[in-house]
């Protein structure tokens, strides 16, 4: 996976956010995402790396997608992601990971001071949310968003990964 592109990205747990307030934001779209973390058999794990499968929901359009993630730093990752047909997002379903659940979301997205900002909304959580910014470099800081409360920097926290969330709703909401 050498050469493959970076993903280098501050995430923090947040206060949940005003809506409204995001959709008046630049660029702002919104996208309602479900996806699933899988255990692939020898041969289809391209890169031995962990694996997730995303149907995205935009202004009516519906795409499907496979990501392979590797970790390079607390914060870094190779990520290799490329549009899937629904067929196939079917099949790899059935690799769904044992003691996982589909985590489905509320993807806000909207520019701030040049940063690309990803807001996103659980059904499972009223109070809080998770706001991730990705940066060029590990020695760019992302901007304070004055109208977003941050709770904590959960960047490094493996324990605020979507797959970790996906087991903890499989253990919650069977």
């Given at each position: 996976m050498d050469?493959?592109?970076l993903e280098i990205e501050y995430k923090f747990l947040i206060e949940m956010p005003d809506i409204k307030v995001l959709e008046k934001q630049p660029d702002?779209?919104?996208k309602r995402l479900c996806q699933m973390y899988l255990e692939l058999p020898a041969g289809l794990s391209e890169f031995g790396t962990r694996c997730r499968i995303r149907r995205v929901e935009e202004a009516g359009k519906v795409t499907f997608?496979?990501?392979f993630k590797k970790d390079?730093?607390?914060i870094t990752r190779?990520?290799?992601e490329e549009e899937i047909s629904e067929t196939e997002f079917n099949t790899l379903s059935a690799y769904l990971q044992k003691g996982t659940a589909p985590v489905e979301k509320t993807r806000y997205t909207f520019s701030y001071e040049g940063f690309t900002c990803e807001v996103d909304v659980f059904p499972f959580w009223d109070t809080q949310a998770f706001l991730e910014i990705e940066v060029e470099s590990e020695s760019i800081l992302?901007?304070?968003v004055p109208f977003i409360k941050v709770i904590k920097d959960v960047s490094t926290d493996k324990m605020y990964r979507n797959s970790v969330i996906a087991r903890i709703i499989n253990n919650n909401f069977r």
């Open positions: 050469n493959k592109p702002f779209t919104e997608y496979k990501t390079v730093t607390g190779i990520e290799v992302p901007p304070a």
